[in-house]
């Protein structure tokens, strides 16, 4: 059990190392980063009855740490799975363009503020191929 705490400890000061490094660098190297972190994303807002306007917001990105560990007795496996997910957000509003009369021009949508490594949870995250 002492061994696993070990783990779990080197483990997250690992991923606060990793963390740092990547906001420290804008681009720093995403291919090798495991944690979670804000990073600027671009999408298309679209409604029925208006214009699509690009967006450029900040969402959350990277890869968490997960495994699985077998165990003798039922359920025979303790999983860990966990996603880099929205910790803290806050709601934007824009305005479409050329929307048809009596379609509402507003589209709101969630710009991370604070991301981390956690469970998939359906409130803020499509969690479906987990």
Request: proline residues 7%; hydrophobic residues 35%; aromatic residues 8%.
């Amino acid at each position: 059990m002492k061994l696993a705490f070990l783990v779990l400890g080197a483990i997250t000061l690992l991923l606060l190392v990793g963390y740092d490094s990547v906001l420290s660098t804008s681009n720093g190297n995403l291919q090798t980063f495991v944690g979670c972190a804000v990073r600027e994303f671009t999408f298309l807002a679209k409604k029925p009855g208006c214009r699509g306007l690009r967006i450029t917001t900040d969402a959350c990105w990277g890869r968490c740490e997960t495994w699985e560990k077998p165990i003798l007795e039922p359920p025979y496996i303790e999983a860990h799975h966990q996603v880099c997910t929205y910790n803290e957000t806050k709601q934007v509003t824009v305005k479409l363009p050329n929307c048809a009369p009596g379609v509402d021009p507003l589209y709101t949508y969630p710009m991370a503020v604070r991301c981390d490594c956690g469970p998939c949870s359906t409130a803020t995250t499509e969690c479906e191929t987990i």
